[in-house]
């Protein structure tokens, strides 16, 4: 035996039918706050210090470093 329940509503009706608390308002407050934050830090760094960040030790030291990594990890001699 096999019995099949359609229910057509939209999920506010869903929400509201279980007793479920509407989240919207708050949700899009956090993530307009959530942008605003990330603007804010996005501006703050130039390019040059977002490579500094990604590259310690600096530009040619740090790629220098990269590379050696992948050729010992991909290149290296065979054992």
Known sequence: MKIT???DCTP???RAF???PDIGPMQARMLK???AQM?????AMSPEEMLK???AGGGAEALAGWQK???D???GTKK
């Open 33 to 35: 706050e959530l942008e």
């Open 53 to 55: 960040t990604w590259m």
């Open 73 to 75: 990890r991909f290149g």
């Open 18 to 20: 279980l007793g479920l």
């Open 12 to 14: 506010e009706e869903a």
């Open 5 to 7: 329940i359609d229910v």
């Open 39 to 43: 603007l804010a830090a996005a501006k």
């Open 69 to 71: 990594a992948f050729w």
